[in-house]
């Protein structure tokens, strides 16, 4: 009896399969490279306005700034309009993280700041007034130990001996050459030597500060719920001290007295979760009794919120004439474009 034959018969060779065309290679180089960054869509720089409102002016003050290349630079524009509308005070900023220059058109001004890192241990910065022609170059230095910091700054266009300072965990010692002038109105340039200490005492701070005329003498003691801090100042005598008490999570206060002049003057705050805070104050030498509310509409201290909200009024009530008490008030809103 014969084989029976299938119908449908297995091809002992089978051909390879055909090259892919030109287009389909280009269509799938192009599906490899689309999630990568290369061909990443170009976003518009991200823009934020913020406009100020103060009424002790009264005046609005505008801001409107942009990022770009990745936060490495930035432009910033601002002025100023009052209730006529009448515009004035423009600026326009461009700064990055080692140059800024600042220009104001109505006084055809420009400044100029730098910062450059020169090593390891060697910090450079500069200021320029272009209209004034005055400027200052400082040369930072760090030692083996980087607490302790030799700043040397040159004045520039001016004739004058350099500022040295040297800085260290408790404190700093500043030489420098200040103008005196005497009764027959002569200005002798003389060397001064000022600075600043710091030394533990008594679960405190005690710091003292000469200015090559005047020497101040203070002590800070604080903890979580008290912070003193008595003050003297030399050679004039003059005595004073602050008291902060917090009396629970949202209430604080705080107070003043100077000896000298029998002054006072008192604060208390008191906060309602993260969006309002209340102050109540006085103060004798101006003899003004004031309170606050501000509101704002952003969670605690993040930035990232699209829109921010802020509103302060105060009330000014002269203790001599009443009648004449102020209502001030400052609103204050951003958006992120």
């Given at each position: ?7 449908n ?5 089978t ?6 065309s030109a ?8 599906e490899?490279t ?7 869509p170009?976003r ?7 406009s ?5 002016g009264?005046?609005f003050?505008?801001k ?8 490495l630079?930035?432009?910033k524009?601002?002025?100023?309009n ?9 600026q326009l900023?461009?700064?990055t993280k080692?140059?800024?220059?600042l220009y104001?058109?109505?006084?055809r001004n420009?400044h100029?700041r730098g910062?450059l ?16 022609r005055?400027?200052e170059?400082e040369f930072?230095t760090?030692?083996?130990d ?6 040397l ?7 004058g001996l350099?500022?040295a300072?040297l ?6 010692i500043a ?7 005497k ?7 003389v060397l001064s030597v000022?600075?600043?200490?710091k030394?533990?005492?008594?679960n405190?701070v005690s710091?003292?500060v ?5 020497l101040n003498?203070?002590?800070?003691y604080?903890d979580a719920?008290?912070?003193?801090i008595p003050?003297?100042d030399?050679?004039?005598n ?5 008291f ?15 000896f000298?002049s029998s002054?006072?003057s008192a604060v208390?705050?008191h906060t309602i ?15 003004l ?11 605690g201290k ?10 302060q009024m105060?009330?000014?009530v002269p203790?001599d ?6 209502l001030l ?7 992120d474009?």
């Open positions: 009896m014969a084989d029976v034959i299938s119908p018969p297995k091809p002992i060779y051909p390879p399969a055909p090259p892919p287009s389909t290679v280009i269509h799938d180089h192009l490899s689309t999630g990568s960054d290369r061909l990443r170009i518009r720089p991200a823009l934020r306005f913020t100020e409102f103060d009424s002790e009264p005046f003050l505008h409107l700034s942009c990022k770009f290349f990745d936060n630079a930035k432009f524009f601002s002025f100023q009052n209730i006529n509308g009448v515009f004035f005070r423009p900023g461009f700064l080692n140059l800024s220059v104001d058109f109505e006084s420009s100029l910062s890192q020169l090593g390891k241990n060697m910090h450079v910065r500069s200021a320029y007034n272009l209209q004034e005055l400027g170059v930072i760090s030692f083996t980087p607490s302790i910091k030799l700043q700054s040159v004045p520039v266009t001016s004739v350099p500022r300072a800085q260290f965990p408790y404190g700093e030489l420098e050459q200040r103008e005196n002038i009764e027959d109105n002569e200005v002798n340039k000022g600075g600043i200490l030394c533990p005492m008594l405190g710091t003292l000469y200015d090559g005329k005047n003498l203070r002590y800070l604080t719920e008290l912070t003193f003050c003297v030399l050679p004039s003059h005595a004073s001290f602050a902060k008490r917090r009396l629970s999570l949202s209430d604080k206060l705080s107070y003043w007295y100077h000298d002054a006072w208390y705050k979760g993260k969006d309002l805070k209340m102050k109540v104050g006085y103060d004798s030498m101006i003899r009794c004031w309170a606050s509310l501000w509101v704002g509409s952003e969670d993040v930035k990232s919120a699209p829109m921010k909200l802020k509103a105060m009330l000014q203790r004439d009443v009648r004449s008490c102020a008030f400052r609103v204050k809103k951003r958006w474009l």
